[in-house]
T-cell receptor, first 110, second 114 residues
Framework: SQTIHQWPATLVQPVGSPLSLECTVEGTSNPNLYWYRQAAGRGLQLLFYSVGIGQISSEVPQNLSASRPQDRQFILSSKKLLLSDSGFYLC?????????FGPGTRLTVL | AQSVTQPDIHITVSEGASLELRCNYSYGATPYLFWYVQSPGQGLQLLLKYFSGDTLVQGIKGFEAEFKRSQSSFNLRKPSVHWSDAAEYFCAVGANTGGFKTIFGAGTRLFVKA
């Protein structure tokens, strides 16, 4: 079975600072990978998905970007964080039988 | 386009009472349907899923859900709620369109009172 790791678990950053969240996957090859954001009191918003190395699709326009430098690595970035970027970020790997989630990163932008 | 609607933002039930969380979906083909639970500060855990066959599916922690095609619904139920069931619940539909994608509802937060 596959396992999704996310790093860091918690992050507090000032407005205007850069961001890099990492997601790595074990136990599978060539996975589809997703980044979701869950803002306080809101559901899951799909931010980006990737079907392979270097292939990124953005679901919503925003201050964030994503990259897929390796088959099992998916990175969420920002050059300058906004207050509205605060939230709980989840990396996920969808499969037909279920969607596997990482443990999440809690980002607070002050 | 696929979409999922959870009409109740939050629900409060007494411990021991029955529970039903509503979910309606929009999808052109036979959907893959899921319910996930998220405890505070945690990731999401799969409760149950429907792909085909029996429209009443059993999940973990005593939950069940019934797929009703005519109503485009996939409501989650539990006959007797425990205080530990307090969490946020997400309904989701899976679509295989150029790669498998899961669309989530906005979630329903469940509060359990003693």
């Amino acid at each position: 079975s596959q396992t999704i790791h996310q790093w860091p678990a918690t992050l507090v950053q000032p407005v205007g600072s850069p961001l890099s969240l990492e997601c790595t996957v074990e136990g599978t090859s060539n996975p589809n990978l997703y980044w979701y954001r869950q803002a306080a009191g809101r559901g899951l918003q799909l931010l980006f998905y990737s079907v392979g190395i270097g292939q990124i699709s953005s679901e919503v326009p925003q201050n964030l970007s994503a990259s897929r430098p390796q088959d099992r690595q998916f990175i969420l970035s920002s050059k300058k964080l906004l207050l509205s970027d605060s939230g709980f970020y989840l990396c996920a790997c969808p499969r037909l039988d279920a969607q596997y989630f990482g443990p999440g990163t809690r980002l607070t932008v002050l | 386009a696929q979409s999922v609607t959870q009409p109740d933002i939050h629900i409060t039930v007494s411990e021991g009472a029955s529970l039903e969380l509503r979910c309606n979906y929009s999808y052109g083909a036979t959907p893959y349907l899921f319910w996930y639970v998220q405890s505070p500060g945690q990731g999401l855990q799969l409760l149950l899923k429907y792909f085909s066959g029996d429209t009443l599916v059993q999940g973990i922690k005593g939950f069940e859900a019934e797929f009703k095609r005519s109503q485009s619904s996939f409501n989650l139920r539990k006959p007797s709620v425990h205080w530990s069931d307090a969490a946020e619940y997400f309904c989701a539909v899976g679509a295989n369109t150029g790669g498998f994608k899961t669309i989530f509802g906005a979630g329903t937060r469940l509060f359990v009172k003693a």
